[in-house]
C-alpha cells in the first residue's frame, strides 16, 4: 500500500506547484478552481511530456526526461506564484473548511479504492489484459507514438493517452506496470471524487453568493468574490458530498431487484448483471466500472471529463468579456484558452466518445454568456462573437492533439439510425436512472411551480451587485405577458411530449423513452433560460438537458462500428449513458439546494394550499428515501462478492487481503500458468526496450497473449478479435493490409511447428522478433509440435521446469 501512498503525495504536490495556473484559468470560479488543481496538474504535465516525445522521436521517455519537464514546469509556476499570491493566500485565510474538505474527498476516496482493491488486485478475466497492455507498453516505450504490445511492428491504434497519464504518473515513481494498474485506477478515483465535489460544491458556491449579495446580509459580502469571503464555500460542501456518493458509489434500481432476486442463492449476489439491462447493449455506471476496475477509456478519462464540466462553468459565469475576450486578456486570456483548448482537445485522445458532449456543453455556454452579454438580443455581432470564442476552441483543441489525430485511424464507420426493435423501453430505463430521474424531475417541476407562485418583481439596487438589473426582470416580463409566453408554450410543448411519450406505452412502446426524453430535454431548456438569473441554477438544469438529450439521442442514432450487424448500439449507449449518469448526479447533487430552496414557496401561497405543500414534501422525501436506499444496496453488497474467493490454504471462502497491490502475484499460484510468473518478473527484469517476442494465439478473453499484456513487450498477433476493432478502417484501406492481418496467427503457428529452422528464422525476421516464449499455453496449443527444437539454432536466455525463452542469435 506504500505505492499507493506515493501516488497520492505525488498528485498532491503537482496540485499544489500548479495553483498560480489553476487559480488564473478558473477565474471565475468561486473557489478559484482549488478542486481541480490537482486534475489540472496532472493533465498539463502528461501534455508537455507527451507532445515533445510525439514530435521528437529521439527524445528519450525516461524518469529524468519526465524530471526535467516537472522542473521546469515548477519554474513557470513560482513566476506565477508571484503575480497570484494574494488570491492564493485569500482562499486559505477565508475558507478553510472547504479546502479541508476538498482535500479529505481526495484522501478518502484514493484510499478507498485502494483497500478494496488489495483484496483482489489480480490483472486477469475481462479486459484487463489489454488495459495491462497498453500501460506497460507505453511504461516500457522509449520513443513515441508507443508500439501495440498485440500487433507488432505498429503504434497502438486506440484512445491511449489516459493510459499514458497513469504510465507518467508511475515512471516517475518509479513503480511497474502491474502495481501502477492499481495505484492509478485508485489514484483516478480519488481525482473524479474531487472533481466532482467541485462542480456541485462551486455551483452552489455561486448560487448561495448571488443571493446574500442581493439580499445584502453580510455586509462583508458586499463586492468581495466567494473565494475571499470567509466561509463562502462552505454551504456546497454538502451538497458536493451527496454528487460523490449518488455520482461513484450509489448502483442503480436493477441492482436492487438483482439483490432481492438473488437472496439465498446459491452462487450468491450477481453483481454484474446491472450492467445488462437493455439487451444487446452495456449501461456500466462508474460504482460498477471502479469496483471492477475496469482501466478503460471512458472510465480512466471521467476526471477529466468533469474538469472540462467546470471549464465551461468557468466560461458561463464570466462577467465581461465578448468574442474571444470571453477567455480574459492578456495572460490570462492565453492561459485560459489553452489550458479550456487543452482539457477539451485531451477528452479525444482519452475516449473519442467524450469530445462532442463536453465540446458542445462549451460552447452552449459560450453562446449563453455572450447572450447575456448583449443584454439577451439576438445580432450578427452576437453570431459573430459565438462564432469566434468557439471556433478557436474547437481549433485549438484539435491542433494541440496533431501529433496523435495524425498516427490514429478511428475505427468509427459513420452515424445509423436505430430500428424501432433496438430502442429501450420504459421500464429499463427506470431500473437504470430511477433515482437520478425522480431528483432532476423534481427540480425541474418545483422550479416551474415557484415560478408560477412567484410574484411579479420589478429590479432592486441589490439586483445590480451582482450582474445586470434586465437580468432579473424575466420573471415580470414573463407574468405580464400571461400564457402567450414564450416560458408558457415552450413549457406546454416538453409536457405535451412527455404526455405523448406516456400514452405511447399502450399504442407505440418503442417511442415511449424517446419522446419522454424529448420532452424532458425541451422542458429543462425552458427552465434553463427562465432561471439564467443565476447562472449557477441554470448551468445545473444545462447538465440535466445535456444528459436527456443524450438518452434521447440514443433512441434514434448511434455510432456504426464493428458491432453494428449483432449489437448495433451497444457502444453508444455504454459510453453516453456514462456520460448522462455523470451529468444527471452533478445536476441532482446540486439540485438538492434548489429543492429545498423551493420547498420555502409555501410562504408565498394561500395558507389552503399549504397542507397539500406540506403532504407533497413527505410524500416527496419518502419516495427519496426508497430510491436511495434500494441504490445503497449496490455498495454495501456488491464488493463483498466482486472479491470472494476460496482460500487453498484455509480452505475457506471469503475475502481476504492480499496487503499488496501488484497485479502479478495471483500467477505465483495459478496451476494454468505454471512458471510463467517467474518468467514474466524475468522478462521486465532484464529485456529493456521494446523487441518483439512471439507467443501462442488463441481466443480472446483468455489466457492467450498474457506474456505481451504483462511485459509490454510486443507480439506478432494478440487478441485477434480486438486487434480487428481497432484496426478496421485500417484492415479495410488496402488489400495489403487485409492480407497482414490475416496471416498474423497461422505465420505464429508456422514458427512453432515448422521443423525447418530457416523457414521460424524467416519468418521472425519479417517481424523483427527476437525472442520466442514456450510455456504450458504454447505446449497445450502446439502440443505436436517438437518446442525443445528451437535450442539447436536459438540461444536459450531463460529456462525453468515449466518455460524456455529462446532468443535469436545475433
Same mark, same amino acid.
Given at each position: 500500500?506504500?505505492?499507493?501512498?506515493?501516488?497520492?503525495?505525488?498528485?498532491?504536490?503537482?496540485?499544489?506547484?500548479?495553483?498560480?495556473?489553476?487559480?488564473?484559468?478558473?477565474?471565475?470560479?468561486?473557489?478559484?478552481?482549488?478542486?481541480?488543481?490537482?486534475?489540472?496538474?496532472?493533465?498539463?504535465?502528461?501534455?508537455?511530456?507527451?507532445?515533445?516525445?510525439?514530435?521528437?522521436?529521439?527524445?528519450?521517455?525516461?524518469?529524468?526526461?519526465?524530471?526535467?519537464?516537472?522542473?521546469?514546469?515548477?519554474?513557470?509556476?513560482?513566476?506565477?506564484?508571484?503575480?497570484?499570491?494574494?488570491?492564493?493566500?485569500?482562499?486559505?485565510?477565508?475558507?478553510?473548511?472547504?479546502?479541508?474538505?476538498?482535500?479529505?474527498?481526495?484522501?478518502?476516496?484514493?484510499?478507498?479504492?485502494?483497500?478494496?482493491?488489495?483484496?483482489?488486485?489480480?490483472?486477469?478475466?475481462?479486459?484487463?489484459?489489454?488495459?495491462?497492455?497498453?500501460?506497460?507498453?507505453?511504461?516500457?516505450?522509449?520513443?513515441?507514438?508507443?508500439?501495440?504490445?498485440?500487433?507488432?511492428?505498429?503504434?497502438?491504434?486506440?484512445?491511449?493517452?489516459?493510459?499514458?497519464?497513469?504510465?507518467?504518473?508511475?515512471?516517475?515513481?518509479?513503480?511497474?506496470?502491474?502495481?501502477?494498474?492499481?495505484?492509478?485506477?485508485?489514484?483516478?478515483?480519488?481525482?473524479?471524487?474531487?472533481?466532482?465535489?467541485?462542480?456541485?460544491?462551486?455551483?452552489?458556491?455561486?448560487?448561495?453568493?448571488?443571493?446574500?449579495?442581493?439580499?445584502?446580509?453580510?455586509?462583508?459580502?458586499?463586492?468581495?468574490?466567494?473565494?475571499?469571503?470567509?466561509?463562502?464555500?462552505?454551504?456546497?460542501?454538502?451538497?458536493?458530498?451527496?454528487?460523490?456518493?449518488?455520482?461513484?458509489?450509489?448502483?442503480?434500481?436493477?441492482?436492487?431487484?438483482?439483490?432481492?432476486?438473488?437472496?439465498?442463492?446459491?452462487?450468491?449476489?450477481?453483481?454484474?448483471?446491472?450492467?445488462?439491462?437493455?439487451?444487446?447493449?452495456?449501461?456500466?455506471?462508474?460504482?460498477?466500472?471502479?469496483?471492477?476496475?475496469?482501466?478503460?477509456?471512458?472510465?480512466?478519462?471521467?476526471?477529466?471529463?468533469?474538469?472540462?464540466?467546470?471549464?465551461?462553468?468557468?466560461?458561463?459565469?464570466?462577467?465581461?468579456?465578448?468574442?474571444?475576450?470571453?477567455?480574459?486578456?492578456?495572460?490570462?486570456?492565453?492561459?485560459?484558452?489553452?489550458?479550456?483548448?487543452?482539457?477539451?482537445?485531451?477528452?479525444?485522445?482519452?475516449?473519442?466518445?467524450?469530445?462532442?458532449?463536453?465540446?458542445?456543453?462549451?460552447?452552449?455556454?459560450?453562446?449563453?454568456?455572450?447572450?447575456?452579454?448583449?443584454?439577451?438580443?439576438?445580432?450578427?455581432?452576437?453570431?459573430?462573437?459565438?462564432?469566434?470564442?468557439?471556433?478557436?476552441?474547437?481549433?485549438?483543441?484539435?491542433?494541440?492533439?496533431?501529433?496523435?489525430?495524425?498516427?490514429?485511424?478511428?475505427?468509427?464507420?459513420?452515424?445509423?439510425?436505430?430500428?424501432?426493435?433496438?430502442?429501450?423501453?420504459?421500464?429499463?430505463?427506470?431500473?437504470?436512472?430511477?433515482?437520478?430521474?425522480?431528483?432532476?424531475?423534481?427540480?425541474?417541476?418545483?422550479?416551474?411551480?415557484?415560478?408560477?407562485?412567484?410574484?411579479?418583481?420589478?429590479?432592486?439596487?441589490?439586483?445590480?451587485?451582482?450582474?445586470?438589473?434586465?437580468?432579473?426582470?424575466?420573471?415580470?416580463?414573463?407574468?405580464?405577458?400571461?400564457?402567450?409566453?414564450?416560458?408558457?408554450?415552450?413549457?406546454?410543448?416538453?409536457?405535451?411530449?412527455?404526455?405523448?411519450?406516456?400514452?405511447?406505452?399502450?399504442?407505440?412502446?418503442?417511442?415511449?423513452?424517446?419522446?419522454?426524453?424529448?420532452?424532458?430535454?425541451?422542458?429543462?431548456?425552458?427552465?434553463?433560460?427562465?432561471?439564467?438569473?443565476?447562472?449557477?441554477?441554470?448551468?445545473?438544469?444545462?447538465?440535466?438537458?445535456?444528459?436527456?438529450?443524450?438518452?434521447?439521442?440514443?433512441?434514434?442514432?448511434?455510432?456504426?462500428?464493428?458491432?453494428?450487424?449483432?449489437?448495433?448500439?451497444?457502444?453508444?449507449?455504454?459510453?453516453?449513458?456514462?456520460?448522462?449518469?455523470?451529468?444527471?448526479?452533478?445536476?441532482?447533487?446540486?439540485?438538492?439546494?434548489?429543492?429545498?430552496?423551493?420547498?420555502?414557496?409555501?410562504?408565498?401561497?394561500?395558507?389552503?394550499?399549504?397542507?397539500?405543500?406540506? /403532504?407533497?414534501?413527505?410524500?416527496?422525501?419518502?419516495?427519496?428515501?426508497?430510491?436511495?436506499?434500494?441504490?445503497?444496496?449496490?455498495?454495501?453488497?456488491?464488493?463483498?462478492?466482486?472479491?470472494?474467493?476460496?482460500?487453498?490454504?484455509?480452505?475457506?471462502?471469503?475475502?481476504?487481503?492480499?496487503?499488496?497491490?501488484?497485479?502479478?502475484?495471483?500467477?505465483?499460484?495459478?496451476?494454468?500458468?505454471?512458471?510463467?510468473?517467474?518468467?514474466?518478473?524475468?522478462?521486465?527484469?532484464?529485456?529493456?526496450?521494446?523487441?518483439?517476442?512471439?507467443?501462442?494465439?488463441?481466443?480472446?478473453?483468455?489466457?492467450?497473449?498474457?506474456?505481451?499484456?504483462?511485459?509490454?513487450?510486443?507480439?506478432?498477433?494478440?487478441?485477434? /478479435?480486438?486487434?480487428?476493432?481497432?484496426?478496421?478502417?485500417?484492415?479495410?484501406?488496402?488489400?495489403?493490409?487485409?492480407?497482414?492481418?490475416?496471416?498474423?496467427?497461422?505465420?505464429?503457428?508456422?514458427?512453432?511447428?515448422?521443423?525447418?529452422?530457416?523457414?521460424?528464422?524467416?519468418?521472425?525476421?519479417?517481424?523483427?522478433?527476437?525472442?520466442?516464449?514456450?510455456?504450458?499455453?504454447?505446449?497445450?496449443?502446439?502440443?505436436?509440435?517438437?518446442?525443445?527444437?528451437?535450442?539447436?539454432?536459438?540461444?536459450?536466455?531463460?529456462?525453468?521446469?515449466?518455460?524456455?525463452?529462446?532468443?535469436?542469435?545475433?
Amino acid at each position: 500500500m506504500f505505492e499507493l501512498l506515493q501516488m497520492w503525495a505525488l498528485v498532491e504536490v503537482l496540485g499544489i506547484i500548479f495553483l498560480p495556473l489553476t487559480v488564473t484559468v478558473f477565474h471565475n470560479i468561486p473557489d478559484r478552481g482549488w478542486a481541480w488543481s490537482k486534475a489540472l496538474a496532472v493533465f498539463v504535465t502528461s501534455f508537455c511530456v507527451w507532445w515533445p516525445l510525439m514530435v521528437i522521436q529521439a527524445l528519450p521517455f525516461s524518469r529524468i526526461f519526465i524530471l526535467a519537464v516537472v522542473l521546469v514546469l515548477l519554474a513557470l509556476n513560482i513566476v506565477g506564484f508571484l503575480r497570484t499570491r494574494q488570491t492564493i493566500l485569500h482562499i486559505v485565510r477565508s475558507n478553510g473548511l472547504y479546502i479541508v474538505a476538498t482535500e479529505a474527498v481526495f484522501l478518502v476516496m484514493v484510499f478507498l479504492l485502494g483497500w478494496l482493491r488489495s483484496f483482489g488486485p489480480d490483472i486477469h478475466s475481462f479486459e484487463m489484459f489489454m488495459d495491462e497492455g497498453f500501460l506497460a507498453s507505453i511504461m516500457r516505450s522509449q520513443h513515441f507514438p508507443p508500439p501495440d504490445m498485440w500487433y507488432a511492428g505498429y503504434a497502438i491504434n486506440y484512445y491511449y493517452y489516459a493510459h499514458f497519464i497513469v504510465g507518467f504518473l508511475a515512471k516517475l515513481l518509479g513503480q511497474i506496470p502491474s502495481v501502477a494498474f492499481n495505484t492509478g485506477i485508485s489514484m483516478l478515483y480519488g481525482l473524479t471524487a474531487v472533481s466532482l465535489f467541485g462542480v456541485t460544491s462551486n455551483v452552489i458556491s455561486w448560487s448561495h453568493h448571488l443571493r446574500r449579495q442581493r439580499q445584502q446580509v453580510v455586509q462583508e459580502v458586499q463586492g468581495k468574490p466567494p473565494h475571499a469571503t470567509p466561509g463562502a464555500l462552505k454551504i456546497g460542501i454538502p451538497f458536493g458530498l451527496i454528487t460523490v456518493i449518488m455520482a461513484l458509489m450509489l448502483g442503480n434500481i436493477a441492482s436492487a431487484f438483482q439483490w432481492f432476486h438473488d437472496r439465498g442463492s446459491a452462487t450468491g449476489y450477481d453483481w454484474f448483471n446491472p450492467t445488462r439491462i437493455i439487451p444487446r447493449t452495456i449501461n456500466e455506471f462508474p460504482a460498477f466500472s471502479f469496483l471492477l476496475s475496469d482501466f478503460h477509456a471512458h472510465v480512466l478519462s471521467l476526471a477529466f471529463t468533469i474538469m472540462a464540466i467546470g471549464m465551461a462553468f468557468n466560461l458561463l459565469l464570466e462577467q465581461e468579456g465578448k468574442g474571444i475576450f470571453l477567455f480574459g486578456r492578456g495572460w490570462r486570456l492565453l492561459l485560459t484558452l489553452g489550458a479550456t483548448a487543452l482539457s477539451l482537445g485531451g477528452l479525444f485522445v482519452m475516449n473519442g466518445w467524450d469530445l462532442p458532449t463536453y465540446m458542445g456543453l462549451a460552447i452552449v455556454c459560450i453562446g449563453l454568456q455572450q447572450w447575456l452579454l448583449n443584454k439577451r438580443r439576438w445580432s450578427w455581432k452576437l453570431v459573430i462573437d459565438i462564432a469566434a470564442a468557439s471556433l478557436i476552441l474547437v481549433v485549438l483543441a484539435l491542433l494541440l492533439f496533431l501529433p496523435f489525430h495524425l498516427t490514429f485511424i478511428s475505427p468509427s464507420q459513420g452515424i445509423g439510425i436505430a430500428s424501432l426493435q433496438e430502442r429501450t423501453s420504459l421500464r429499463n430505463e427506470l431500473l437504470i436512472y430511477t433515482l437520478l430521474a425522480f431528483v432532476f424531475l423534481s427540480l425541474l417541476f418545483s422550479d416551474i411551480i415557484t415560478r408560477t407562485f412567484r410574484p411579479a418583481a420589478s429590479p432592486t439596487p441589490e439586483d445590480a451587485i451582482s450582474s445586470k438589473a434586465d437580468e432579473v426582470s424575466a420573471a415580470a416580463t414573463d407574468q405580464q405577458e400571461g400564457y402567450l409566453s414564450w416560458p408558457f408554450i415552450g413549457t406546454m410543448t416538453g409536457l405535451g411530449f412527455i404526455i405523448i411519450g406516456l400514452a405511447c406505452q399502450f399504442i407505440n412502446p418503442p417511442n415511449v423513452t424517446l419522446f419522454i426524453t424529448l420532452g424532458i430535454t425541451i422542458t429543462a431548456i425552458v427552465a434553463i433560460l427562465q432561471k439564467i438569473d443565476d447562472r449557477a441554477h441554470a448551468f445545473a438544469l444545462l447538465l440535466g438537458a445535456v444528459a436527456f438529450a443524450l438518452i434521447a439521442g440514443c433512441e434514434i442514432f448511434f455510432l456504426r462500428d464493428v458491432f453494428v450487424d449483432n449489437n448495433p448500439r451497444m457502444n453508444s449507449v455504454f459510453k453516453f449513458y456514462f456520460q448522462a449518469w455523470i451529468l444527471l448526479s452533478i445536476a441532482c447533487g446540486a439540485g438538492f439546494y434548489y429543492i429545498l430552496e423551493n420547498f420555502q414557496v409555501k410562504e408565498r401561497i394561500q395558507s389552503s394550499l399549504r397542507y397539500v405543500m406540506v /403532504g407533497g414534501k413527505i410524500l416527496w422525501s419518502a419516495i427519496l428515501l426508497v430510491l436511495v436506499l434500494a441504490s445503497s444496496i449496490y455498495p454495501i453488497v456488491a464488493p463483498y462478492y466482486r472479491f470472494v474467493r476460496f482460500d487453498p490454504v484455509t480452505r475457506q471462502t471469503g475475502v481476504f487481503r492480499t496487503n499488496s497491490l501488484d497485479g502479478l502475484n495471483y500467477l505465483q499460484n495459478d496451476p494454468a500458468s505454471a512458471g510463467d510468473y517467474n518468467a514474466i518478473r524475468w522478462l521486465n527484469a532484464n529485456i529493456s526496450g521494446s523487441p518483439v517476442i512471439v507467443e501462442a494465439v488463441g481466443d480472446d478473453y483468455t489466457g492467450y497473449a498474457r506474456i505481451s499484456a504483462l511485459t509490454g513487450l510486443p507480439t506478432i498477433m494478440g487478441w485477434v /478479435g480486438h486487434e480487428y476493432q481497432w484496426r478496421v478502417q485500417w484492415f479495410n484501406r488496402s488489400d495489403a493490409n487485409a492480407a497482414d492481418f490475416n496471416s498474423r496467427k497461422d505465420e505464429v503457428s508456422q514458427i512453432y511447428s515448422d521443423p525447418n529452422p530457416k523457414n521460424v528464422l524467416t519468418i521472425m525476421a519479417r517481424y523483427h522478433a527476437q525472442y520466442i516464449y514456450v510455456g504450458a499455453l504454447e505446449r497445450s496449443t502446439y502440443s505436436s509440435a517438437n518446442l525443445a527444437r528451437f535450442a539447436s539454432f536459438m540461444q536459450i536466455v531463460y529456462h525453468t521446469q515449466d518455460v524456455t525463452i529462446y532468443k535469436v542469435k545475433s
